[in-house]
């Protein structure tokens, strides 16, 4: 039985192939080989916290994967990270425990920003001419990180709140290469960028259809619960694709939820994102059309994730050639 | 954080007040201080196997404690023990990971074995004629050897199906300091003993009420799924006394359930454990009384002995006066 800690789970990540893993499971997923009974939860009180135990397997695969997130929202007073995380990788034919992943929710923000760059690549349109984030969390930086891995496009701008949390995201993504302007007017983003990513735990939509004047793929990260929203039902009404990453739990929280309840999306309508990679090549018939995904997190993303970690680990050193420069 | 391995969790459980923290730990479920969801199952076919996720905490205590335990019945035939298991505590005021506890599954077969000394401690008449068990595996080992700490009674009959297991149950106990004599007649034990204890697989009632001619103890261990049982209901409905580790569980399963569905025994007539261990004394008012109790098995023993047995290793070495002889 191995320990990786959250070092080690750096390393080895630069040395794995993670579209190819991620779309793999998306395409199990969707072919409905993936076991996944229901979240456990533990919620807590005093002070205010709150546990998930997510739990599957792909059939016909190795290992069965437990990982175990928790936030609890005090913690930043007392110097520690709100979020907690660690997956559990198990024989499947045995019930071993094989390793143990003390990756501190990082591999959630890694296999979410993967994700994002493979609705990217199936959706967004062949000429990116702007990125537009909403966001300036780890999140936000993650994702536009991960997009490098399919566009050439460098020039961003990102939307927030906060002046100081958008000159932070500016600086880090300069120094990773981009081009980064910052602005606190949504509408800029839309008018300009036609590949864009929204990665706030907001609940109420950022980006409203008026304000996206061309052909434009929007990914949609951050609502993960039934309460949050990022987007203008009106826009996924419009969109020519709207992707799910699951269909049911699309249906249950997210983007795509709202534009269901209020009957101006029909479930008929969706395509889920791993029919998306199984037909192969993008999904989208010109620049000029607009796309959607929205991306709630599916336990398939953890099982491959996890288990790409641990075989790489057991593997090799990995090359320097092939590190990114971001794990 | 700790990763404590099977020696070292046998090596400080010797220096555990055991019957004290499980105690304590039924006193709070009693009092509705124990947060437990329901558990989380994950299920594999081929080859069969299944994995348990429980998890909980006591409101005010210091941690929080997830077990994840599973059974995979083809094991045997590749050398290798068919149920794993494992032991996760966490901060219950931030969710930090303070230790994994590989013990294999012994800490819920310990725990077990404790709740049955103290059911005996509570129920069984106050002069311990003969020992009674039922079954010849890990659970009748523990359990007999546990019973040393509440009566001085060494004389045992065993019951199970097959010769050879006997003998070898026979052999060990005789070497922990019993004497023990074998049958495979359930009437035998029933005539001599008065202090029994049920530890099989048993999916029909090994034991009838006109097997049981005076004053007895039942503690009914093997029962805890829907179908198991190991007890003639009419034993339940004649006892004087019946009790339950958890009276909502025991209604679902075990041997009280089974009364219950036949109508011969009423939720009203049942008291809980952990009422029991509070009131203080032995329960009965007799040794002529007939008593039972029925332990399914509650999760706060998972949450104590995990959390004695972390706070144990972290205290100090154990002195040799106190280790019992068989961890």
Redesign the interface.
């Known amino acids: ?1 191995q ?1 990786l800690g959250i070092d080690e789970i750096r390393e080895v990540l630069s040395s794995i192939d993670l579209m190819r893993v991620i779309e793999e499971g998306f395409q199990d997923f969707t072919a409905g080989k993936v ?1 996944v ?2 979240v ?5 009180e005093e ?1 205010p ?1 709150e ?1 998930h ?1 997510k ?3 792909i059939r016909g695969d190795r290992y ?1 994967v ?1 990982k ?1 997130a ?3 929202y005090d ?1 930043p007073r ?1 110097g ?1 990270p709100s979020s ?1 995380g ?1 997956m ?1 990788l ?1 024989e ?6 094989v390793a ?1 992943l ?1 990756e501190g929710g990082y591999l959630t923000d890694v296999r979410t920003a993967v994700a994002g760059a493979i609705a990217a690549k199936y959706l967004a349109p062949e000429r990116v001419r702007r990125i537009g984030i909403f966001g300036t969390g780890v999140q936000a930086r993650l994702q536009l990180r991960h997009l490098k891995e399919v566009t050439d496009c460098t020039d961003v701008v990102v939307w927030g709140r906060r002046r100081e949390a958008l000159d932070r995201y500016r600086d880090d993504m300069e120094r990773a290469g981009f081009r980064v302007e910052t602005t606190r007017d949504a509408a800029q983003v839309g008018a300009s960028a036609n590949l864009i990513v929204t990665c706030t735990p907001s609940k109420e939509p950022l980006l409203a259809l008026g304000q996206l004047p061309g052909g434009v793929h929007i990914t949609a990260v951050g609502s993960d619960t039934a309460e949050k929203q990022e987007l203008d039902p009106a826009i996924l009404a419009r969109a020519d694709l709207v992707v799910a990453d699951s269909r049911a739990q699309c249906l249950e929280r997210g983007e795509i939820s709202h534009a269901v309840r209020a009957g101006i999306l029909a479930e008929s309508q969706l395509r889920e994102l791993g029919e998306v990679i199984r037909d192969g090549g993008r999904a989208r018939s010109s620049d000029e059309q607009v796309t959607v995904a929205d991306l709630t997190g599916v336990a398939v993303q953890d099982i491959q994730i996890a288990k790409a970690v641990f075989e790489a680990s057991t593997r090799r050193v990995p090359d320097d050639d092939e590190q990114l420069p971001f794990y």
């Open positions: 039985m320990v076991v009974p229901p456990g939860e533990l919620l807590f002070p916290g546990v135990i739990y599957g397997y069965y437990i175990i928790s936030g609890f913690n007392l520690l907690h660690m559990l198990f499947q034919k045995t019930g071993t425990l143990i003390l």
